[in-house]
């Protein structure tokens, strides 16, 4: 319902626009019974495009109202309302038609689109007058050659190429309007010509001028001549105006279809390319649409011709850059792979918490890099025994992982023969020290555990001091001897401590990592600060006091990077 009345009201704003600009003309520029002219003679067509066919059978209402207000007979304004509708209509949907994949179908920004409004302009001014011409015929003795007919074919395209091309200039601007809106543009609009359709609209502007002024001036010699005969007077004027309108026209657009294909339509290819290059995602089709369009223009002598070999250049080079980029990052990215599967293949070696009545422990650990050297191990031997170990290699990245993986599989293949923390320490130095060709080295923590009594042995390899606490007491640094480091020289011995936990006391190894690590103004952690999270934390479970030293590390960083991992391994007698 509301399309219905939409449409009425079209019809009846375009029928009242046609009668108030078209009746006075009647009266005021009268040239025969049958004729005058016609200011709006182009609405029919424009109302057309612009609204469908209700601009166009408003136009035709409102000529039927204004012939029966003349006195016309019945036998000239009835078939004269068909004939409103014909050469309205047609023209304004073959227009629509040619222009059924633009955004804008007002905008003539192309030399073929004002080229194919001119010929639909001539061809539809003929039609009117032949067909005006026959309806005229019903009633008086008229030849479809003669004086009227031209009469009528020249009011029709004058007035569609004067009154016409401002107003397809004018929809396109409102068009453009609208366009912006529905792409919610905040900006404030502004005319948007391009270079192409700038030198259109001013040598069309230029021809209308100057035909309508040359014909104007002629008016007063042509009056002379022809006297109170208006059909001859306005042919003439007519014929000067047309002639001039054809010559001037056409004239440019052969001129303006040359700069096109030369100058503005290369530039404005130039333009697009860089306008657009940022907003296709695929690097690829952006080079390949920019050599694509220079290449046409590579030929052309002129500046167009330089920009185009540049731009051809420029998007080869890129071309070549671009798969380099790629090769790299191909490379790069089959690296962090690898690194991603390695780091996989390092956690799942590390152990998991093992499950021991009257025993708790808990590890982690946080890589520097994808992969580190930090472990940890533990691992049952026999029915009362468990070995534990904490591990730190030298370096990081890929290397010290590596070595990590050897130096955990000789330890834990050691005390998995029943070799004592010193014995399996000093065995595991030598294998690594014997083919150790890049100078690395591990500090070590190896402990073993009766955990029915309670009974520690453990053998220190260069490794951080742990933090021990008894059940009513609070953390201290546990007073041993730090030996060498494994795989820094064969045949060194290292000594056994022991120590008896009772249900209650905690140990908490860790790597340096953590005392180590810095904040933006390159300060340590510290031990200091580690020992007194512990004891802040020291009634809570091994789990979470691990996680109150993790998150107090990093918050002491802070957006320092981590330059080194972090490991611990805590185990509590219950």
Sequence with gaps: MKKIHKYILIAIICGLIFFVLGYPCRELFKISDTTEVRIVAALPLLFGISFGFAGVLGCAIANLVADIISGYDAIIFIPGFFVQIIYGYVPAVIWNRLRRNDKNKFKLDKVYKNVQYMIIVILDSLAAAFMVVSVIKLKYDEQYLSML??????????????????????????????????QNKSTKFIFSFSLNEKFILFFLATSIIISVAIGTASYPSIALKYGENNLYLWNYVYFYIGALLNI??????????????????????????????????????????????????????????????????????????????????????????????????????????????????????????????????????????????????????????LFMMVSKIVLRHNLQQGLSPAEALSRANDELAEHNVHDMFVTCLCGVLNI?????????????????????????????????????????????????????????????????????????????????????????????????????????AGNAPQFDDITMLAFKMK
């Design 149 to 182: 007919s031209a009469n009528i074919f020249f009011n029709q395209f004058i007035t569609m190429v004067i009154v016409g091309f401002p107003y397809l200039i004018c929809a396109s601007l409102i068009c453009q309007r609208k366009m912006r809106k529905k």
């Design 248 to 401: 001037g026209i056409w004239v440019s657009l052969g001129f303006l279809y040359y700069m096109e294909r030369t100058i503005t339509k290369p530039i404005e290819s130039m333009s697009e390319i860089a306008k657009t290059f940022g907003q296709n995602t695929d690097i690829y089709e952006r080079i390949h649409n920019t050599l694509q369009k220079c290449h046409q223009y590579i030929y052309f002598t002129s500046e167009v011709g330089k920009l185009a070999r540049s731009y051809e250049e420029m998007a080869t080079e890129l071309d070549e850059y671009v798969k380099h980029l790629t090769e790299a990052t191909a490379k790069q990215q089959k690296v962090h792979t690898e690194l991603s599967i390695a780091t996989t293949i390092q956690r799942a070696s590390l152990s998991k918490p093992v499950n021991v009545e009257g025993f708790d422990n808990y590890a982690m650990m946080r890589p520097a890099l994808e992969v580190g050297g930090d472990f940890y191990d533990n691992l049952m031997i026999g029915d009362d025994h468990l070995a534990l170990v904490i591990a730190d290699v030298s370096g990081k990245g890929v290397p010290a992982a």
């Design 452 to 556: 029915k009594t309670g009974h520690l042995v453990y053998a220190n390899a260069g490794h951080e001091k742990p933090f021990i606490k008894h059940a009513n007491g609070d953390f201290e640094v546990a007073p041993l001897k730090s030996g060498f480091v494994l795989a820094g020289m064969e045949g060194y011995k290292y000594k056994e401590f022991e120590v008896q936990l009772q249900p209650g006391d905690t140990i908490f190894t860790y790597t340096d990592g953590i005392p180590e690590a810095t904040n933006e103004k390159d300060e340590e952690f510290g031990m200091e600060r580690l020992q007194n999270v512990l004891n802040e934390s020291k009634n809570d479970s091994i789990r979470l006091l691990c996680r109150k030293v993790r998150m107090a590390v990093k918050d002491f």
